[in-house]
């Protein structure tokens, strides 16, 4: 006679619903998988955890021009002072979550102290350098010897020719403000409404580049820390054993007019796929061939890591990766402590205390 052996369950703190594809069936709060204890899934409830970059003392300047290339803004800011007059002023400018805080400081750092910090909206902050003379002397000789590589160049080429025309003093004038009007509209998201129905404009061309290959490795680590994910994906599945597979993801998305750069970086890691979005104008470049991540992926993160929040999801990320390597997936135990690790990475971290 067959007996019916109740297994115990078992209970992780911070789990939330959302860490496993929703599909599964659930009780009273638990998550069920077949073959599975019973996992606990508390209420949500999120709250930024207080992880900060890895301290570095020293960070590439390819890392923080392909860090940049992601998170930065370059910026032209035109405001009215009384009824004729006009103040210019040049930004560089990045916002960030305050986990991220420690990555720019250390990028301050690296560029001599430059700059200054503000706090931003709910859990951001701000590191803007709008000094004229460190622009000049450090911002903007770090991107002509270590330049872009998204079509945020065109932005920063107009950017560097308005910075040039305010050192000339030219934006003192009605021509010189005129013409910086005209580069501003063609920058970023153009010019606002309300400084459309204040000054006429006559966007400028904006600059046409060739996209180059990667010249250097943390390039992408900088570039994967500002777009890229690590991510762990559990399907239901009638096929396995434990009625689930796990399949592990690196992505870096980004808008299709840097298609090109994408199918570059693909190039450079020699894996991947690149899958446009059906609905957006965003294309991925998608690696999920469990011996490209163990062969490609990890190795080049280990050589040139990464120095943001997102480095503790790339930890976590290599740590399923170790577990399926020796097909730990394939197990009870190592199924859960899959779905202990995938719970806590990405979104799942903001709840995660240390």
């Not at 910026?75 to 009384?82: E, F």
């Not at 600059?207 to 180059?212: A, D, G, H, L, R």
């Not at 020796?326 to 199924?335: D, K």
């Amino acid at each position: 006679m067959k007996r019916n052996v109740r297994r115990p369950h078992v209970q992780y703190p911070g789990f939330f619903l959302a860490t496993v594809n929703s599909f599964y069936p659930k009780s009273k709060g638990f998550l069920v998988i077949p073959n599975l204890a019973l996992i606990a899934v508390p209420a949500l409830g999120l709250r930024f955890s207080s992880f900060v970059a890895r301290k570095a003392t020293s960070l590439n300047p390819y890392y923080i021009t392909g860090f940049s290339d992601g998170e930065s803004s370059f910026m032209i800011i035109v405001r009215r002072r009384g009824e004729e007059n006009w103040t210019v002023q040049a930004v560089f400018f990045i916002c960030l979550n305050t986990k991220d805080k420690a990555l720019l400081e250390c990028i301050q750092s690296n560029w001599g102290g430059v700059g200054g910090f503000s706090k931003g909206n709910s859990n951001t902050m701000q590191f803007r350098v709008g000094s004229l003379s460190q622009l000049i002397q450090t911002v903007i000789p770090h991107f002509n010897k270590y330049p872009l590589l998204t079509k945020k160049r065109a932005d920063f080429l107009l950017f560097k020719s308005a910075v040039e025309m305010i050192n000339r003093k030219e934006h003192l004038t009605p021509e010189g403000l005129q013409k910086i009007v005209n580069i501003k509209a063609s920058m970023n998201n153009g010019l606002s409404d309300q400084l459309k129905n204040a000054l006429s404009s006559t966007p400028v061309t904006r600059p046409v580049f060739e996209v180059t290959g990667i010249s250097d490795a943390n390039w992408i680590s900088g570039f994967t820390d500002a777009e890229g994910c690590f991510n762990i994906h559990i399907h239901r599945s009638r096929t396995h054993r434990l009625g689930a597979q796990v399949q592990i993801r690196f992505q870096i998305t980004q808008h299709t007019r840097d298609l090109e750069l994408m199918l570059r970086i693909k190039g450079y890691l020699g894996c991947g796929n690149i899958e446009p979005h059906p609905q957006r104008s965003t294309a991925s470049l998608v690696v999920t061939k469990f011996s490209d991540i163990i062969d490609k992926i990890i190795p080049l993160f280990e050589k040139y890591p990464l120095h943001g929040a997102k480095a503790k999801d790339y930890e976590d990320f290599k740590k399923v990766a170790e577990i399926m390597k020796e097909n730990g997936h394939l197990t009870h135990s190592g199924l859960e402590q899959i779905l202990k690790l995938k719970a806590g990475m990405n979104i799942g971290r903001l709840g995660k205390p240390l």
